[in-house]
């Protein structure tokens, strides 16, 4: 059961990754993205937005390319975007970052 998140007003912050069924690029990005979920799932909340069914939210933010993550503070404003993929450590870092400077 997917958990319903309020992206506009968060209770915690959110990390957002933008995919697609069809990107190589995302099916590379989505274990590793699945590994921080796990690692901090007590601290901030994660949000796999499709982006082919999901097309308001992609508008909203602005994709142009997948895979897209952004991390989002409790104010639901944007801290950290970044557009491919990425590793584990840069994701972490940027989510310690933002936990440390609330």
């Given at each position: ?7 506009d007003?968060p ?41 082919d ?9 602005y ?9 989002l ?19 972490i870092?940027q989510?310690?970052?933002?936990l440390?400077?609330?």
């Amino acid at each position: 059961m997917e958990m319903k998140i309020d992206i506009d007003n968060p209770i915690r912050p959110v990390l957002l990754e933008f995919f697609a069924d069809w990107c190589m690029p995302c099916k590379t990005l989505s274990p590793i993205i699945d590994k921080i979920e796990n690692k901090v799932n007590s601290l901030i909340d994660v949000k796999k937005i499709n982006i082919d069914k999901e097309k308001n939210l992609t508008a909203e933010f602005y994709i142009q390319s997948v895979p897209t993550l952004i991390l989002l503070d409790n104010n639901g404003e944007i801290f950290w975007r970044f557009a491919g993929v990425t590793t584990e450590l840069e994701i972490i870092k940027q989510i310690h970052s933002l936990l440390f400077e609330m």
